[in-house]
Every structure is written in structure tokens, then in C-alpha cells.
């Protein structure tokens, strides 16, 4: 048993957690004036989005110093002392680590221009945030390849040089005492190298068959995690896996590769059909019955839960987050959900800050599309709406001064309400201690999801009207009305019962 398979995760978004100097912008002191609070909701572990120092093209995800701390953040001290509070407070930390790309201005690019994927013609792929993936380069008469932004140059994993360069990476980070890795786009590491021409589906859109899940990569990935393990046996390496299909998802965490990956098919769904959740959740039983999955409705890359799935019912939201915490799985709270936070809302796109949003405005507008329309289509594709600045259940502002972020948060409301529900929970989740346990029963009863794990049965109530359980036992979570031992549960409510008891 791996401490992380008990332990529930909290991403923190650096820019928008805490503003420790009040500059607007999340930082390291911030980060750490708020362990106490993390430690109050209950959580186990913090995943930190890069915080290196960067071009800040795709809000650092364009590393131009992998060894380095952005002044953004503060110092390597402010780091240093972040952690050791971390460690007092018994807080695991993983942190990002980007090896799909450098920031076009890491020494790298010109020191080194045999560490990226060099090009005489372009072929037909495009980046993943639209446009060419190639992007011509005068000095070396030659293409790059960015799979991503333009400043976000792709790099050549067929040369050793580059492993040698990642393993002196990953070697300080753990030197420093981080407990783990969340490695970005990490199935994008090699492409074909004949380069074929990537086909396209009926709608249109590319089907990025030759420049993802490509020969090799399984090895690379190998050698990263077990230089990782060699240095720190107990090291929890996570994969984001860039790709929809389940069983290649799972692939990454076979034979101990990796030690969980992220399921985007339940993460991001659109729309709130329970059906759907289910059906994901016994998917992810047959693909990954002998590993833990991931669980998380919300990320820095989506819409936030509250908006996108619940649409603003604190009910629903609850329930999610219920249904998160106690299904099979490690799960990831995105930063803001334990508040209920929504989405944020843009009047204009000088308030954007995200790259996609911004491409896609900027398509539209050349496309003859008229400022509002623009900014619609902007607003659909910006991944702005859920990196707005923290509000806490306290009502301690996230900084005083501007935040790096426009546009309007809406004022949580009931946020005390919200967080007392998240920590309660968590709380129950801890001293039950059936984290590990697999499902005894996975079942669909018309609205409500149920499980049994361990002792336990728990009950998610997506229905509109009351669900009875009979001859169960007692609950011990969540309210419903007892009576024997048969328990009536109410629209949209989550409750564990005892079977035991
Ligand atoms: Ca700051
Ligand atoms: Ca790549």
C-alpha cells in the first residue's frame, strides 16, 4: 500500500490561491499563509501548477528554467520555507513538471537546437491550440515544431541528451523534498518521425494520430519513473495523458509505468446525466480494477464544477464533491470548488489571460465576427473561467492589490457552508478508512448511484424526488430520515449508511 492511495489531492492554481505580498499575483508566501487552512479541509496533498520562471504565454506551461522559482512566486527560499511548513503540517506536495516543451526563450533553443524537432517542410499538423504546429525559423532555415503555442517549442525526445537533462531536473525538485510529479501532456512526448500527414475526423477537427502515443514514449516514461523511484521509493507519479479513449488512458499506469493517470471522459463532462457518471465509473472499474483511478470534476483547464455541471446548485455541487470523495479513486479538488466558486465572467477581452481564449477571439474578429460574437466564442474557449482569484470561506480577500486576473468572481455565497461540508466529509472519509477498498456492488437504481465498499454503502441521489433504502442499516453520513433501519434520502443528497451498525 502506497501512502497516496489514501490520500485526497488539492490543486492549487498558483497565480489565484494566495497573494502573500500583494502584488495580485499567487506566491509562495501567500501558499504558505494558507497551509492551515488546507490542513482545516482536510486534504492530504497539494498538486502546484508550474512555477518556474516563464514566458507566461500559457501561464507557465512554457518553462524557460526548469531549475529555477518565476520572482512571480518569490524565491527559492519562500519555496524553501513553503515546504518545510508543508512537511510540519504533514502536507504531501507533487508539483508540474513539463517535458512535452520548453519556453522558446530556454537556453536550450540556442544552445542546444538538436534538443527539438527540427523540420525542412511542414507537414499537416496542427497545434493543439489551432494553427500550424510548425512555425519557420530563420537562423536554422528550418521549421520547429510546437505542438502547442508557438513559444512553446517541442522537444526532441530521441535524443539522450534530453533524458540526461530531465533526470538532473526531477533529481533537484526531489532533492528539494517535493513527494511527487504531475507530468504534463506526458503521452506527447515522441511524434512519427516520418511525419505523415494526420487525418481528420467527420466534423472536420484533426485526429492527432502521428504526433501523440508514439513509439517509444513507454520507455521514455519508464526510464523517467524509475530514475524517480531509484531517488525516492515512495515518489507518486501522476500522468496527464492527453488523449479520450479510456484503455489507452489506463495503458499509462499498467505495469506500475506510472501510478495513476487523469480521466478527462468523467473530469470534464459537459453536462450533468447521471447515466453518463455511472457508466464512466464502471468503465473505469474494467480498465483499471487492479490500479487506483483518479477522480476530479474540475481542473485549471475546465469550467468549474459549480457552473459547468451544477449549474449554480449548491445541491448538485454537493453531491459531485460527495460522490468524488468516496468513490474508488484518488481524488483531486480543484482550488475554489471547496467554496463552491463559479465561473468567472468577462465584459471585454482585455480581461483574458488565456492563450486559447485569446486565439480563438482573435480567429473569430479576423473571421468578420463582431466584437460581442468574438467574445462569446472567446469566452467558450477561454479556460480563464476557472482560474478566477480565490475566495475564501473566511472572506480574507485572495490579495489587495489587482489581480493578474480580470473579469468578475462572483461572491461565493454560503462559502462557510460549502467548506464545513467539504471538511466534514473528509473528515468521515479519514476515520472510515475505506479509501482502499474495492466495490463490493456498482450499481445504477434509476437516479441514485450506490456502492459498497468496505462496511459501508453509499448513496448518491441525483433523483428530484425521495429514494428509500430498506433494511440497510445506520447513517452515518449525510441527512436522511432513520427509521428502523430503513432510511429515506432526499432529492440530491449523499449519504453513507453503516450496514454494521
Ligand atoms: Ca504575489
Ligand atoms: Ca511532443
Redesign the pocket.
Known amino acids: 500500500m502506497h501512502w497516496f492511495e489514501k490520500s485526497v489531492f488539492y490543486e492549487v492554481y498558483m497565480k489565484s490561491f494566495c497573494?502573500?505580498?500583494?502584488?495580485?499575483?499567487?506566491?509562495f508566501i501567500?501558499l504558505k499563509e494558507r497551509l492551515p487552512y488546507l490542513r482545516k479541509l482536510g486534504v492530504d496533498g497539494l498538486w502546484l501548477t508550474p512555477f518556474y520562471p516563464s514566458m507566461q504565454v500559457d501561464n507557465g506551461y512554457d518553462v524557460s528554467d526548469y531549475k529555477a522559482i518565476d520572482p512571480?512566486y518569490g524565491t527559492i527560499d519562500d519555496f524553501r520555507d513553503f515546504m518545510k511548513e508543508a512537511k510540519q503540517n504533514e502536507m504531501k506536495i507533487i508539483i508540474d513538471i513539463v517535458f512535452n516543451h520548453t519556453a522558446i526563450n530556454h537556453k536550450w533553443f540556442k544552445e542546444h537546437p538538436e534538443y527539438y524537432v527540427w523540420k525542412t517542410k511542414p507537414n499537416n499538423w496542427e497545434s493543439f491550440f489551432g494553427g500550424s504546429a510548425f512555425t519557420f525559423h530563420a537562423k536554422q532555415n528550418a521549421y520547429y515544431y510546437h505542438s502547442f503555442a508557438k513559444e512553446q517549442v517541442d522537444l526532441n525526445w530521441g535524443n539522450p541528451d534530453v533524458m540526461a537533462e530531465a533526470k538532473q531536473i526531477l533529481r533537484f525538485w526531489l532533492e528539494e523534498g517535493v513527494d511527487g510529479f504531475r507530468f504534463d501532456v506526458i503521452n506527447n512526448l515522441t511524434v512519427d518521425k516520418a511525419f505523415p500527414d494526420n487525418p481528420f475526423d467527420q466534423k472536420g477537427e484533426m485526429i492527432h494520430q502521428y504526433d501523440r502515443n508514439q513509439r517509444g514514449v513507454k520507455a521514455i516514461i519508464a526510464e523517467l519513473s524509475g530514475f524517480c523511484r531509484a531517488n525516492k521509493e515512495d515518489v507518486f507519479l501522476v500522468g496527464e495523458i492527453s488523449s479520450d479513449n479510456l484503455d489507452e488512458i489506463a495503458s499509462y499506469s499498467e505495469n506500475h509505468l506510472l501510478d495513476v493517470t487523469f480521466n478527462f471522459n468523467l473530469g470534464s463532462i459537459e453536462n450533468l446525466h447521471v447515466k453518463e457518471i455511472f457508466d464512466e465509473l464502471v468503465r473505469m472499474e474494467e480498465a483499471l480494477s487492479d490500479r487506483m483511478p483518479t477522480l476530479f470534476f474540475g481542473s485549471h483547464d475546465m469550467g468549474r464544477l459549480m457552473s459547468r455541471l451544477a449549474l449554480q446548485n449548491r445541491m448538485v455541487a454537493k453531491l459531485l464533491a460527495f460522490l468524488m470523495l468516496t468513490a474508488r479513486g484518488i481524488p483531486f479538488i480543484y482550488n475554489g470548488e471547496e467554496v463552491g466558486m463559479r465561473n468567472q465572467i468577462f465584459q471585454s477581452i482585455d480581461e483574458f489571460r488565456d492563450v486559447q481564449g485569446i486565439q480563438a477571439y482573435e480567429l473569430a474578429r479576423a473571421q468578420g465576427l463582431s466584437e460581442k460574437e468574438a467574445l462569446k466564442i472567446g469566452t467558450e474557449k477561454t479556460r480563464d473561467v476557472g482560474r478566477g482569484p480565490l475566495v475564501f470561506a473566511d472572506r480574507k480577500p485572495f490579495?489587495k492589490g489587482k489581480p493578474w486576473i480580470l473579469g468578475r468572481v462572483e461572491t461565493a455565497t454560503d462559502a462557510t457552508d460549502m467548506f464545513q461540508f467539504y471538511s466534514r466529509l473528509l473528515k468521515f472519509r479519514k476515520d472510515a478508512d475505506f479509501q482502499t477498498r474495492p466495490y463490493e456492488k456498482l450499481v445504477l437504481e434509476g437516479e441514485t448511484i450506490q456502492f459498497i465498499r468496505g462496511r459501508y454503502l453509499f448513496v448518491a441521489n441525483f433523483g428530484e424526488t425521495d429514494f428509500l433504502v430498506k433494511e440497510a442499516g445506520v447513517v452515518v453520513f449525510g441527512e436522511a430520515k432513520q427509521n428502523g433501519n430503513d432510511c429515506t434520502i432526499g432529492p440530491l443528497c449523499g449519504v453513507v449508511i453503516d450496514l454494521e451498525a
Do not use: H, K, Y
Not at 19 to 27: A, L, M, P
Open positions: 497573494d502573500g505580498n500583494q502584488d495580485g499575483v499567487g506566491d501567500g512571480l490579495s
